[in-house]
């Protein structure tokens, strides 16, 4: 007797179902880390803020063109596409991460992204007492911090601020690029760029020692940027203040003495945490190497904004930023290494996730934790 087509229906129904779950635990076997967490600014947010919450003459993110090449709309990236973080999920076989003030559930996940646009590494209190606070994003990496503790304790899971979490073997913590803000908003002020300096550097440094006393064991630690060479610094800085690629010399040496500082201080942490994997992800120098030879990696525009509006060289005007009504969008966004005057393309934070994953621009390699995770399994 052949069997009923509403039979073969229900057999197929049910092979699929269980090739679909051998595929899903073999993608899990697969995979390195069960989840990620991630930290920042808006270099690494995912859509933990929206029009007018991110970082002043920036409050455009939710409007097009932002994530139109990739995403098709914009997704609150501020990017025309994917960030570093989102190259990093899908190179451990892992979903884009959720932005925390947007989770619908606390468990079962991935990860969750705290990275906020606009956010400092000093806290907020600071840029108040000091008459700074005007149009500043209230959240700083403590806020972040906070938000962490928060979600895990929801979660159910390392209960209490001093616990070890043992969940944390097979997480990665990823801090994306945080700084850039506490320079940008004290400038012009009577704040020194060294007291900047080592306030951020001490907040930085105190918010791993609490990821790292709850027992984080694998974090990747991103660099300050070429701050001189985003547009917007550009616009501002008088013409004599340039280096030998041609951006503001002051913004870069600025950058790579924070830089300098943050290294010292992680090599501090590798000493206290000897059970730990920190690695250093050179963020300044995979920068300079695409602005050296621009052509190799596609791209014809090293300061000219793919998304904005003004005159030449730049394209831009802090008065009308991309997502505003008089901005126009390039017609190719990856042969242009900025987007908006100070957030990258998606092509060129392929390239630097590319640097930082598979190159050699991380210290120690990206690899050297990839190999301590499989042999701690």
């Known amino acids: 007797m052949a069997p009923s087509m509403a039979t073969l229906t229900t057999l197929i129904t049910i092979l699929f179902s269980i090739a679909s779950s051998a595929v899903s635990t073999a993608q899990e076997s697969t995979r390195p880390f069960k989840k990620i967490y991630a930290f920042g600014d808006s270099f690494t947010d995912t859509g933990n803020t ?15 063109p932002y994530g139109t090449t990739f995403f098709n709309h914009s997704t609150n990236r501020y990017s025309d596409g994917r960030l570093v973080i989102d190259f990093v999920t899908e190179s451990l076989s892992l979903p884009y991460l959720p932005p925390y003030r947007h989770i619908k559930r606390y468990n079962d996940t991935f990860g969750v992204n705290f990275a906020v646009g606009g956010s400092t590494a000093i806290n907020h209190e600071f840029f108040v007492r000091n008459n700074l606070s005007l149009d500043i994003t209230p959240q700083s990496i403590q806020t972040q911090i906070l938000w962490f503790n928060r979600y895990l304790e929801r979660q159910g899971s390392c209960q209490g601020v001093d616990s070890n979490c043992r969940d944390f073997d097979d997480t990665l913590f990823w801090f994306g690029e945080i700084g850039v803000n506490d320079y940008a908003y004290t400038l012009g002020s009577t704040v020194s760029r060294d007291t900047i300096k080592k306030l951020a550097i001490s907040s930085i440094s105190g918010a791993l020692q609490t990821l790292l006393e ?4 694998y974090l990747v630690v991103q660099g300050a940027p070429l701050a001189g060479c985003l547009p917007l610094t550009m ?3 008088p013409e004599d203040d340039r280096d030998s690629i041609g951006c503001v010399k002051s913004a870069n ?10 290294q010292d201080k992680l090599q501090e942490l590798r000493n206290k945490y000897p059970n ?3 690695v250093y992800a050179d963020y300044l120098n995979a920068y300079r190497t695409v602005m050296k030879n621009p052509s190799k990696y596609g791209f014809k525009e090293m300061f000219r904004v793919c998304c904005g509006s003004g005159e030449a060289p730049y394209n831009f005007n802090v008065f009308a930023t991309c997502g505003t009504p008089n901005a126009t969008v390039c017609s190719s966004p990856s042969q242009y290494i900025n987007w908006d ?3 990258l393309t998606e092509a060129m934070y392929k390239v630097v996730s590319n640097m930082f994953l598979q ?3 991380t210290q120690p390699p990206f690899d050297f934790l990839l190999e301590n995770k499989e042999r701690n399994g």
């Open 359 to 361: 190159g050699n621009f």
């Open 253 to 262: 040496e600025q950058s790579n003495n924070h830089n300098l500082m943050l």
């Open 341 to 343: 005057g100070v957030h």
């Open 50 to 64: 929206k029009n007018a919450e991110g970082p002043s003459g920036f409050g455009h993110v939710s409007n097009s």
């Open 235 to 237: 616009y501002l800085a």
């Open 276 to 278: 730990a994997v920190i």
């Open 214 to 217: 709850k027992g984080a064991k």
